[in-house]
């Protein structure tokens, strides 16, 4: 049985949550998120929280308890917080700027790199070399600020690159050159 899946969900004062035909919806100030919730799993809502319950003891059951606990945590600091994930771009030249909805970026290619807004996301470039990404979705922010990374992933030798603010990056010894055998 999950231990994650026995917690409560606080539920913050302006936060909704309803749960019919086997779709979650939280309203909160930022937004609105839905979620289709699959197998023997039920949401109940009792005051100013909400618990994930078991309908049937399946092993699906028991596999999707957790989870879907954990998604509907995720929604509800969402909606009440947002997410945030911030970029640092590592280069010798190398720039960003937001112009409209699209973040352009000069990373060390012959031309700039646009990037255009997902719908339910934000960028910010408050540094000419830092990239904010914002939403109320926990895995979009994830996976928009993963694709922006992806574009120039660091190198372990100078450390150039697109790299999380927390990340930290291996770095490798250079070649000693001129250093042979007598």
């Keep these: 049985m999950s231990r ?3 917690l409560p969900v606080a539920l913050p ?9 086997g779709v979650v919806t939280v309203k909160g100030g930022k937004g609105t998120l ?14 100013a929280e909400a618990e994930v319950v078991k309908t049937a003891d399946t092993q699906e059951a028991n596999a999707k308890h957790g989870l879907y606990r954990a ?3 995720n929604m509800v600091v969402g909606v009440t917080e947002g997410y945030k994930k911030t970029l640092k771009v590592n280069g010798v030249g190398w720039k960003v700027a937001k112009q409209g ?6 990373v060390g290619f012959s031309h700039p790199v646009e990037f255009t807004e997902p719908a339910g996301i934000k960028f910010e470039c408050p540094t000419p070399n830092e990239i904010v990404v914002s939403g109320i ?24 690159g697109i790299a999380y603010s927390d990340e930290v990056i291996e770095r490798k010894e250079g070649k000693t050159g001129g250093k042979g055998k007598k």
């Design 13 to 21: 004062a302006g936060v909704t949550v309803s749960f019919e035909n």
């Design 137 to 160: 979705d926990k895995s979009i922010v994830g996976q928009t600020a993963a694709n922006i990374r992806e574009i120039r992933v660091p190198e372990p030798y100078h450390g150039y």
């Design 101 to 106: 909805n699209k973040l352009v970026m000069n």
């Design 71 to 73: 998604l509907l945590h």
């Design 34 to 47: 839905t979620q289709k919730i699959s197998g023997d799993i039920d949401i109940k809502v009792n005051g």
């Design 4 to 6: 994650i899946g026995k």
